[in-house]
């Protein structure tokens, strides 16, 4: 197979986040949108090796597309083995479909008195499972490479450029936010339209 997934789903979502975005219901958004990444990353055969490439510590985050009018993005995080980002939020709803390996999200809560962040539920990910984030219910978590042995790949979809926004990484103990813009690891973005071969294949 090839990257032709990956297009279509890109298609998808245009028309999922397009027309009068401003009245689009974000939980609508999301529940489709969670629907169309499953079927994305029930598959690994599209991915390009550029987006896929493990590094040697701590993890890539690759631009595969990101919308001309910034509606989403669509990103594939590259695991080292056991590596774990801080505690961070996004700024914006995100879907995290995983399709290589596996990874585990922790999820964090304010505590109403000492502002200090408190650990809560955590979510494993394995192949073909998404995981929804909506800063609305409360988005903070850190995530880890629950492999210790290889890398893991999860393909992650934002309702922004997820890479261009200010958001913030936390001290757990007291809850101070520091900002930070996360940028994307590639410099070139998959060519997902050269769609000659079956044009040629065709005849
Ligand atoms: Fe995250």
Redesign the pocket.
């Known amino acids: 197979m090839t990257i032709d997934r990956l297009r279509r789903f890109i298609g998808d979502m245009t028309s999922l986040t397009g027309g009068a975005w401003q009245d689009k219901d974000e939980g609508a958004t999301v529940e489709v949108g969670a629907k169309l990444l499953a079927e994305l990353v029930k598959h690994d055969d599209w991915l390009p090796e550029s987006a896929a490439k493990v590094p040697a510590h701590g993890y890539a985050q690759n631009l595969l597309w990101c919308d001309p009018f910034e509606r989403f993005c669509v990103v594939s995080f590259v695991w080292a083995p056991s590596a774990n980002?801080p505690v961070?939020d996004?700024q914006m709803w995100?879907l995290v479909g995983m399709l290589r390996g596996s990874e585990t999200s922790l999820a964090f809560s304010r505590h109403p008195e000492t502002g200090a962040l408190v650990p809560g539920k955590l979510t494993k990910l394995e192949p073909g499972d998404v995981e929804v984030?909506v800063p609305a219910v409360g988005d903070i978590?850190q995530?880890t490479n629950a492999l210790a042995d290889r890398g893991s790949i999860s393909i992650h979809v934002y309702g922004g450029n997820i890479g261009a926004v200010r958001r913030h990484t936390f001290d757990v103990k007291t809850g101070n936010p520091n900002l930070f813009v996360s940028g994307y690891t590639n410099r070139e973005q998959p060519n997902i339209w050269d769609r000659s071969a079956e044009v040629r294949a065709a005849g």
């Open positions: 980002t961070h996004h995100g984030l978590h995530v």
